[in-house]
Nanobody
């Protein structure tokens, strides 16, 4: 069974930075394209970023382009999300997820992902 564990969330002031990590076990990490999603209180889960199996293709939602960077280290079975210039509207629980083979990563559809972590809270104060 594939397991995903996120870490790195916390409380940060607006303009600050955080790096989220997601360690994957129970499967061959390099077989999965990966994604980050987030869910704010009272809102639906939304796509943040995705990355192909070897990291060549990366996609971002418009609101984080130029501020967030998704990356992966297949040797460490770890996915990352570097978040810079954070804004209060970035406050949410952030989830990493592993995608099914062949799905269109650029569409950012949550139902294309089979495995999910438990989430890590990111809070940005103004």
């Amino acid at each position: 069974q594939v397991q995903l564990v996120e870490s790195g969330g916390g409380l940060v002031q607006a303009g600050g930075s955080l790096r989220l990590s997601c360690v994957v076990s129970g499967g061959t990490f390099s077989n999965y394209a990966m994604g980050w999603f987030r869910q704010a209180p009272g809102k639906e889960r939304e796509f943040v970023a995705s990355i192909s199996r070897i990291g060549v293709r990366k996609y971002y939602t418009d609101s984080v382009k130029g501020r967030f960077t998704i990356s992966r280290d297949n040797a460490k079975n770890t996915l990352y999300l570097q978040m810079n210039s954070l804004k209060p509207e970035d406050t949410a629980v952030y989830y990493c997820a592993a995608a099914r083979p062949g799905v269109p990563l650029e569409l950012g559809r949550s139902f294309d992902y089979d495995y999910w972590g438990q989430g890590t809270q990111v809070t940005v104060s103004s």
